[in-house]
């Protein structure tokens, strides 16, 4: 030190601080684990929902093999779910963008997944934006 007095809540709070251990972190705290299509983020119902929902919806203008296998894979390989989703969900239907429900672009895409040969997994896919922007979309191991 420089000679300089040292105030008395100065040494107070590195007392304080040399005492009380930091507060460990919870799982809240921490930044989403980015997962990938590949670990299985969707369900075989939910799937099968999608290929429903895209047969009513969709296939007036689309073909399942647009959008699946390696169409998909060439197109969306290295961006997230959550890009996909932001775009079909609000230029989609082209009669109505946006007039889906959530879970239901979600099942579409759920859908698209398992015509490309991702597997499914315990949980559905999830239905809001900011979730799927932390699962990338990985060309599966063939």
């Not at 590949?38 to 093999?65: I, L, M, N, P, Y």
């Not at 946006?98 to 895409?109: D, N, T, V």
Request: include cysteine; glycine fraction near 8%; charge should be negative.
């Amino acid at each position: 030190m420089t000679g300089q007095p040292v105030s008395s809540a100065l040494v107070a709070l590195v007392a304080v601080a040399m005492v009380v251990p930091p507060r460990a972190l919870s799982a809240q705290d921490a930044p989403p684990t980015p997962a990938s299509v590949v670990d299985g983020v969707f369900t075989s119902d939910q799937a099968e929902r999608g290929k429903k929902q895209f047969q009513q919806t969709c296939a007036a203008c689309h073909s399942t093999a647009e959008h699946t296998g390696r169409n998909f894979e060439s197109r969306w390989n290295g961006s997230t779910v959550g890009d996909l989703f932001d775009l079909v969900s609000n230029t989609m239907p082209e009669s109505d963008p946006g007039g889906l429900k959530a879970e239901e672009y979600a099942s579409i895409l759920a859908f698209f997944l398992s015509e490309s040969g991702y597997k499914e997994g315990p949980k559905e896919l999830p239905s809001d934006l900011e979730s799927l922007k932390h699962i990338r979309i990985d060309v599966p191991a063939k």
